[in-house]
């Protein structure tokens, strides 16, 4: 006891600034109740204390035990898969090992995975009215778009972390022995970002480079001779000059539609500077006016007077709206077969006959070992256009033609010139896009470089950050996926025997290409590629002539070589966020670049992968049985291989797509979709986003059921929606979405969410959607 007086005594003598006021110190000075007692007493008092405290302590172990119990929890933690493998356990069996007791997986994956989730949801939302505002209403609601940026979307913001990447790679000071291909990105990296060089240069090298191509009639003035002028020796001393040679008629080298193991020339209508929907409409519409007030601007910025420019330059681009006119809309450009016109060169002269057609073909050629000969074929896309263009070309002056091409040849040059010039590009592509600002010269750069020399940056790309393990399980997916397609071609009940027959031959030919090709990283096959590709200056503008030039000279190689369609060099561009359907290799192809962020990771539950990357793997394997794609065969030619009765049921289903998406609406921009434009795309959205769910629950049946996500209290297959829709939350500037709806392929973000889903049965089951809701409709359309 005496100790315990000693401390009495230290305590009372605290001041009260120490102690407080607390009447605990006061009672030690007067005996307790406790000194009172006898020794007996305190032994048996010590005594009922200690068994109440171990009573009340198995009293509360035991409720513990039976709560878990009765939710089906478990505290065993080691199970033989963890005994037998000592790699991290799957995310599918972090239901028994990562939190065991609950049936929610905590994973750092998983975590991060419900928090973008929750980040992007709105629960406020009914998913049966909206579920596209249940998944994604606050990604819109809190999402601001960049000023540098015309949208931020899913894909966006994947793109952007793979800039940084390559960027990260591209800026490292160039090593002693580093490969060529690897020297090459960084010296264009370099010269893109050498501003003061190009500003030094200003106009003088472009404007000598356009002398050069035969002047611009609008700077030249009264200097110009329209005799020295003749449209086909301008298309030939652009295609030296590494400029395009398709401002009339476009020109490539193409692998035969019918006939897919060799290569043809394909003739089409020429490329436009702007849209053909909007020039079609003349110098009415908005953006039309807005490209002229461009050319006019650009001109007076290169030296020409304000009054020569105005007025040439609109006999200018009331050519091109010529030109536009004339074009095919795209709405009649999906029939393939309407494209393919074969034509020997001495058909082609007959029928065309204004044109030196054997002399134009060799020029644009321009390959010393190719010799085009009167016998070979030549693809006609649109035989009506050439007629027409013939008689434009007759028609037209040649200082009028003279001043088109080669605002095209200064047009396409803006971007690699001085700061004044691109600024007056941005206040027209504002008009365009709705962006204010340009996005900061090193993603610019980043994206030239990358852009220009694709193989190169991608073999960097997967040697630095690609995880290997993501390829093998996304070559699972694409088995799985494939199968359950393959399972819906067996039962389709509008598809005769035949038909169903070639279908099923097809889908199980179709080739994948995941990730990247081995050869990427081999420094010899590198070499090899880029073995005829140098720069000769450090000039900008020259550099990228030069890029221009060898990509040109490499396509137009290929003609009399060997189609191989598994050829690495064609799915040798892995650092891109997309995903691709070859009709003539009847390939799909997904590079590293999307197999990564919100549409992969291995470190979460597999109900958010096939909902994600699934989606997109349904989606391009659908695209061999679209409305285009069908038209292809099994080995990639354009055949028809479909029954009477059959293709004219496939066209019935289309239709009803066409017009469920035809009918959708934005009220902030006064437009409807395009149907009929967007009908190969969501046909696939539909057909994708079905086989992705299939699989899935044939995943899991295999597999067991998977845990849920923290703060997310839906099943497998509710998250697997939630995922699909998420990989779609878009924000788009009202001008990138006029754009876009007027001009794309795509529907936007929103209605690739609210179509697909709303016509799948299982959406509405899993959700419990009362038939005639939104996300329910009475009537649905389904392809497959």
Same mark, same amino acid.
């Given at each position: 006891?005496?100790?315990?007086?000693?401390?009495?005594?230290?305590?009372?003598?605290?001041?009260?600034?120490?102690? @407080?006021?607390?009447?605990?110190?006061?009672?030690?000075?007067?005996?307790?109740?406790?000194?009172?007692?006898?020794?007996?007493?305190?032994?048996?008092?010590?005594?009922?204390?200690?068994?109440?405290?171990?009573?009340?302590?198995?009293?509360?172990?035991?409720?513990?035990?039976?709560?878990?119990?009765?939710?089906? !929890?478990?505290?065993?933690?080691?199970?033989?898969?963890?005994?037998?493998?000592?790699?991290?356990?799957?995310?599918?069996?972090?239901?028994?090992?990562?939190?065991?007791?609950?049936?929610?997986?905590?994973?750092?994956?998983?975590?991060?995975?419900?928090?973008?989730?929750?980040?992007?949801?709105?629960?406020?939302?009914?998913?049966?009215?909206?579920?596209?505002?249940?998944?994604? @209403?606050?990604?819109?609601?809190?999402?601001?778009?960049?000023?540098?940026?015309?949208?931020?979307?899913?894909?966006?913001?994947?793109?952007?972390?793979?800039?940084?990447?390559?960027?990260?790679?591209?800026?490292?000071?160039?090593?002693?022995?580093?490969?060529?291909?690897?020297?090459?990105?960084?010296?264009?990296?370099?010269?893109?970002?050498?501003?003061?060089?190009?500003?030094?240069?200003?106009?003088?090298?472009?404007?000598?480079?356009?002398?050069?191509?035969?002047?611009?009639?609008?700077?030249?003035?009264?200097?110009?001779?329209?005799?020295?002028?003749?449209?086909?020796?301008?298309?030939?001393?652009?295609?030296?000059?590494?400029?395009?040679?398709?401002?009339?008629?476009?020109?490539?080298?193409?692998?035969?539609?019918?006939?897919?193991?060799?290569?043809?020339?394909?003739?089409?209508?020429?490329?436009?500077?702007?849209?053909?929907?909007?020039?079609?409409?003349?110098?009415?519409?908005?953006?039309?006016?807005?490209? $002229?007030?461009?050319?006019?601007?650009?001109?007076?910025?290169?030296?020409?007077?304000?009054?020569?420019?105005?007025?040439?330059?609109?006999?200018?681009?009331?050519?091109?709206?010529?030109?536009?006119?004339?074009?095919?809309?795209?709405?009649?450009?999906?029939?393939?077969?309407?494209?393919?016109?074969?034509?020997?060169?001495?058909?082609?002269?007959?029928?065309?006959?204004?044109?030196?057609?054997?002399?134009?073909?060799?020029?644009?050629?321009?390959?010393?070992?190719?010799?085009?000969?009167?016998?070979?074929?030549?693809?006609?896309?649109?035989?009506?256009?050439?007629?027409?263009?013939?008689?434009?070309?007759?028609?037209?002056?040649?200082?009028?033609?003279?001043?088109?091409?080669?605002?095209?040849?200064?047009?396409?040059?803006?971007?690699?010139?001085?700061?004044?010039?691109?600024?007056?590009?941005?206040?027209?592509?504002?008009?365009?896009?709705?962006?204010?600002?340009?996005?900061?010269?090193? !993603?610019?750069?980043?994206?030239?470089?990358?852009?220009?020399?694709?193989?190169?940056?991608?073999?960097?790309?997967?040697?630095?950050?690609?995880?290997?393990?993501?390829?093998?399980?996304?070559?699972?997916?694409?088995?799985?996926?494939?199968?359950?397609?393959?399972?819906?071609?067996?039962?389709?009940?509008?598809?005769?025997?035949?038909?169903?027959?070639?279908?099923?031959?097809?889908?199980?030919?179709?080739?994948?290409?995941?990730?990247?090709?081995?050869?990427?990283?081999?420094?010899?096959?590198?070499?090899?590629?880029?073995?005829?590709?140098?720069?000769?200056?450090?000039?900008?503008?020259?550099?990228?002539?030069?890029?221009?030039?060898?990509?040109?000279?490499?396509?137009?190689?290929?003609?009399?070589?060997?189609?191989?369609?598994?050829?690495?060099?064609?799915?040798?561009?892995?650092?891109?966020?997309?995903?691709?359907?070859?009709? +003539?290799?009847?390939?799909?192809?997904?590079?590293?670049?999307?197999?990564?962020?919100?549409?992969?990771?291995?470190?979460?539950?597999?109900?958010?992968?096939?909902?994600?990357?699934?989606?997109?793997?349904?989606?391009? +394997?659908?695209?061999?049985?679209?409305?285009?794609?069908?038209?292809?065969?099994?080995?990639?030619?354009?055949?028809?291989?479909?029954?009477?009765?059959?293709?004219?049921?496939?066209?019935?289903?289309?239709?009803?797509?066409?017009?469920?998406?035809?009918?959708?609406?934005?009220?902030?921009?006064?437009?409807?979709?395009?149907?009929?434009?967007?009908?190969?795309?969501?046909?696939?959205?539909?057909?994708?986003?079905?086989?992705?769910?299939?699989?899935?629950?044939?995943?899991? !049946?295999?597999?067991?059921?998977?845990?849920?996500?923290?703060?997310?209290?839906?099943?497998?297959?509710?998250?697997?929606?939630?995922?699909?829709?998420?990989?779609?939350?878009?924000? $788009?500037?009202?001008?990138?979405?006029?754009?876009?709806?007027?001009?794309?392929?795509?529907?936007?973000?929103?209605?690739?969410?609210?179509?697909?889903?709303?016509?799948?049965?299982?959406?509405?089951?899993?959700?419990?959607?009362?038939?005639?809701?939104?996300?329910?409709?009475?009537? !649905?359309?389904?392809?497959?």
């Amino acid at each position: 006891m005496l100790r315990l007086m000693d401390d009495e005594i230290e305590y009372s003598n605290l001041s009260e600034s120490q102690t @407080g006021t607390n009447s605990f110190w006061l009672n030690l000075r007067n005996p307790s109740w406790w000194k009172r007692r006898t020794s007996m007493e305190r032994c048996l008092t010590l005594l009922s204390t200690v068994v109440l405290l171990i009573t009340t302590a198995l009293v509360v172990a035991l409720v513990i035990v039976l709560y878990n119990k009765a939710n089906g !929890k478990s505290n065993d933690v080691i199970h033989t898969e963890a005994l037998q493998d000592d790699r991290r356990p799957s995310v599918g069996n972090s239901i028994k090992n990562d939190n065991a007791n609950k049936n929610i997986c905590l994973t750092p994956g998983c975590v991060h995975t419900a928090s973008h989730v929750l980040k992007n949801m709105d629960s406020t939302v009914d998913p049966c009215d909206d579920f596209y505002q249940f998944a994604c @209403g606050n990604f819109i609601k809190n999402t601001n778009i960049p000023d540098d940026k015309s949208a931020v979307t899913s894909f966006s913001v994947i793109s952007d972390l793979l800039q940084e990447q390559l960027r990260s790679m591209i800026e490292e000071p160039i090593k002693p022995n580093e490969p060529k291909s690897f020297v090459l990105l960084k010296k264009i990296y370099k010269s893109c970002m050498n501003k003061t060089a190009i500003e030094q240069d200003g106009l003088t090298t472009i404007k000598s480079i356009l002398k050069k191509l035969g002047g611009w009639p609008v700077l030249e003035g009264s200097h110009w001779n329209d005799g020295n002028f003749d449209w086909r020796q301008s298309v030939y001393k652009f295609r030296k000059a590494g400029y395009s040679v398709d401002y009339f008629m476009d020109f490539s080298v193409g692998i035969d539609l019918k006939n897919s193991s060799q290569r043809v020339i394909d003739l089409d209508q020429g490329a436009l500077g702007l849209r053909r929907e909007f020039l079609a409409k003349g110098l009415e519409d908005k953006l039309v006016k807005a490209y $002229y007030d461009y050319m006019v601007d650009i001109a007076v910025l290169f030296g020409a007077e304000k009054t020569a420019a105005l007025k040439e330059l609109k006999e200018s681009l009331e050519f091109e709206i010529k030109l536009a006119n004339i074009s095919l809309p795209n709405e009649k450009r999906r029939n393939a077969t309407l494209l393919y016109n074969p034509m020997s060169v001495e058909d082609l002269q007959r029928k065309f006959q204004s044109i030196p057609w054997l002399e134009y073909l060799n020029n644009v050629m321009d390959i010393p070992e190719i010799k085009i000969k009167n016998s070979d074929i030549i693809i006609i896309a649109v035989p009506s256009y050439i007629l027409e263009l013939e008689k434009l070309l007759s028609q037209t002056p040649k200082r009028v033609l003279a001043n088109y091409i080669l605002w095209r040849a200064a047009a396409s040059s803006v971007s690699y010139l001085t700061e004044e010039l691109r600024n007056r590009q941005l206040q027209y592509s504002t008009i365009l896009s709705g962006k204010t600002e340009r996005e900061a010269r090193w !993603k610019e750069c980043v994206d030239i470089a990358a852009g220009s020399m694709s193989i190169a940056a991608g073999a960097l790309y997967v040697r630095k950050y690609f995880h290997e393990d993501a390829k093998q399980n996304a070559v699972e997916m694409v088995n799985d996926i494939r199968s359950e397609f393959i399972e819906i071609l067996k039962h389709v009940e509008w598809m005769d025997e035949a038909t169903r027959k070639n279908a099923l031959l097809k889908a199980a030919a179709m080739t994948s290409h995941i990730a990247y090709p081995d050869e990427l990283l081999s420094n010899q096959k590198l070499e090899e590629f880029y073995a005829k590709l140098d720069f000769t200056s450090s000039h900008y503008l020259r550099t990228i002539l030069n890029l221009t030039l060898f990509g040109t000279e490499f396509s137009f190689r290929r003609l009399t070589q060997p189609v191989n369609k598994t050829d690495w060099i064609s799915h040798g561009r892995p650092s891109v966020v997309n995903a691709f359907y070859s009709s +003539i290799e009847n390939s799909i192809q997904f590079p590293a670049g999307i197999l990564q962020g919100i549409f992969f990771s291995n470190d979460r539950p597999r109900y958010m992968n096939y909902g994600a990357i699934g989606f997109v793997i349904g989606h391009e +394997i659908t695209h061999g049985f679209d409305d285009q794609g069908r038209q292809f065969d099994k080995d990639g030619n354009l055949v028809d291989w479909w029954a009477p009765s059959t293709k004219e049921a496939f066209i019935k289903k289309a239709e009803c797509i066409i017009n469920q998406y035809g009918n959708y609406s934005i009220p902030e921009i006064g437009l409807n979709l395009n149907g009929i434009n967007t009908q190969g795309e969501n046909i696939a959205d539909n057909g994708g986003i079905k086989e992705s769910y299939l699989a899935y629950n044939s995943w899991e !049946k295999r597999n067991g059921p998977e845990p849920k996500l923290p703060g997310l209290n839906y099943t497998p297959q509710q998250m697997f929606w939630i995922s699909a829709a998420n990989t779609w939350c878009s924000v $788009y500037r009202p001008e990138t979405l006029k754009l876009r709806v007027l001009t794309g392929y795509h529907s936007p973000g929103n209605f690739r969410v609210l179509g697909p889903l709303s016509n799948q049965d299982q959406f509405a089951q899993d959700f419990n959607c009362p038939l005639g809701s939104t996300m329910n409709p009475r009537h !649905k359309c389904r392809v497959w």
